[in-house]
């Protein structure tokens, strides 16, 4: 199994960083999802997510990353790992280093793009959950 990290950065006003996948995603192009990749050999899924996070918006979290869960996609021959951490990091920080874009959104409208099946389904029980709630309460 591939093993996949990802990172749903939360900023002060509670909204999500998300990534547009741009045409050469191997996965779903074109489509909404969480900055992250592949964990490569020697490499902790938390070492990855940072190294992730960083290349791809050169943003750092506020506090180290938690892990949020665990997602076994056996169809896809993948399995991912969601971390979460807060940023006191605002639009104009983000660099662009992968993809068409990189955008906090708000977390209303988070669940509403069209997301990778995986992404949409984490967000979900990400928004609905305690950690976000203290997260959240934590940064306004």
Known sequence: MRR???????????ALLLQLRDGNA???PHVWGLPGGS????????EAAERE???ETSLRPDVPLQLFATQP???????K??????????QSDVVLGEGAAMLF???????ARELTPGTAE??????????????HAGQS
């Open 4 to 14: 996949i990290a990802c990172t749903l950065l939360v900023d002060k006003s509670g």
């Open 26 to 28: 191997p996965y779903y």
């Open 39 to 46: 964990v490569e050999p020697g490499e902790t899924p938390v």
């Open 53 to 55: 996070l960083w290349e």
């Open 73 to 79: 996609l056996p169809a896809e021959g993948r399995v």
């Open 81 to 90: 790992h969601y971390f979460f951490a807060p940023t006191s990091a605002v």
């Open 105 to 111: 959104v708000p977390a209303a409208e988070a669940a």
């Open 122 to 135: 984490m967000i979900t029980h990400f928004l609905a959950s305690a950690a976000y709630a203290e997260l």
